[in-house]
């Protein structure tokens, strides 16, 4: 059994003589279970403290990147904000680069920064990129670990990716749209802001799967381009409607839904069904408006705690790893079950 305590502090943690602890420790016999059992908790106690006392005062800095819509960035910005107080004994503390519309080479020239200026890790949600993965790749190559948020890079040498499956996602939107819809005519869009991003693309893959599978005569219209964003969003839904008088129902990918429904109330229109991701504001009050039915919801504070545990991991702050851990819960949310707070 090794471990870096004296025999007295086993002892006094366990709350039993001396002699008994090294009885345990040397494996004799005339130690009863149940005593053996409490000085190997007392020995696992001590290593759980002894690592909160080498984590006071740490400081970690992280370095949050990300090329998305203003709303999406906000809520991770927040998320972050809200959750570094959780990560107590260690400190950290976070440099924000947020970016709508942001190039591939914008993105890059960032992440190299970053790994001439030091980090201790970097979250990030980015484009599916060679060039992209190629700054990651840098990344850890000077020892600093990146885990991608949301939508990942399976090529790059990130550290882990935290978020939700997200062709189980796409399929649980398909699933939704099809028990509304039942057998009624219509034609179904799906929406997505950019074709490089991996989780936009994955969600899309699972959609189209899950729809062929229950519902082969129903047409799918592929909408991308979107940017997530309401304008570019709102144009391409407008001409979608203008030559689709049979659209009734939506699966918003990559966002932009205060634009399609500005959009179905300029036609005069109404969807069906309407379905996106993410309880940010403009969802929230789409939802408490009724003009969307359901927002598929993972928990971005939970998510951001992940990648800050990942980060100290990999620094060695941690013992355990979440590197391997479960996808991100997926909750359905309807405006009959908003969650308090939101």
Not at 51 to 61: A, D, H, N, P, Y
Not at 62 to 90: G, I, N, Q, W
Not at 177 to 202: C, K, L, Y
Not at 222 to 244: F, I, K, N, Q, V
Request: hydrophobic residues 45%.
């Amino acid at each position: 059994m090794t471990h870096p305590f004296s025999v007295r502090e086993i002892a006094r943690q366990a709350g039993v003589s001396d002699a008994t602890v090294d009885r345990v420790l040397h494996d004799r016999p005339g130690v009863r279970q149940s005593t053996v059992g409490q000085v190997r908790q007392a020995i696992k106690d001590l290593e759980a403290q002894r690592i909160q006392l080498e984590l006071t005062g740490r400081r970690f800095m992280v370095d949050v990147v990300a090329d998305a819509p203003a709303r999406f960035t906000s809520s991770v910005k927040h998320a972050l904000e809200s959750v570094l107080p959780l990560m107590r004994p260690a400190v950290f503390r976070a440099r924000f680069h947020l970016h709508e519309q942001w190039s591939a080479d914008e993105c890059v020239a960032e992440l190299d920064t970053i790994a001439k200026r030091g980090s201790h890790g970097v979250i990030l949600k980015a484009p599916d990129v060679a060039s992209i993965t190629a700054a990651v790749d840098r990344l850890a190559q000077v020892g600093i670990p990146v885990v991608t948020l949301v939508t990942d890079l399976p090529a790059s040498h990130r550290a882990a990716y935290v978020g939700m499956d997200n062709r189980s996602a796409g399929a649980t939107a398909a699933y939704l749209i099809h028990q509304w819809m039942g057998t009624a005519p219509g034609t179904v869009a799906a929406t997505v802001s950019n074709d490089f991003f991996r989780g936009e693309e994955e969600r899309e893959m699972g959609f189209r799967a899950a729809m062929r599978a229950m519902d082969p005569g129903r047409d799918v219209l592929y909408l991308p381009g979107s940017d997530g964003l309401d304008r570019t969003t709102r144009l391409l839904m407008g001409d979608a409607l203008a030559a689709h008088r049979d659209l009734r129902a939506v699966y918003s990918i990559g966002g932009g839904n205060a634009g399609i429904s500005e959009a179905f109330d300029a036609a005069g229109r109404r969807p069906d069904v309407f379905i996106g991701h993410d309880l940010v504001p403009d969802n929230m009050a789409l939802l408490r408006e009724g003009k969307m039915s359901a927002v598929l919801h993972h928990d971005l504070k939970q998510d951001i705690q992940r990648c800050c545990r990942i980060i100290m991991q990999a620094h060695g702050a941690l013992a355990d790893s979440d590197a391997g851990g479960e996808p991100s819960k997926i909750d359905i949310i309807t405006p009959f079950n908003i969650p308090s707070g939101f």
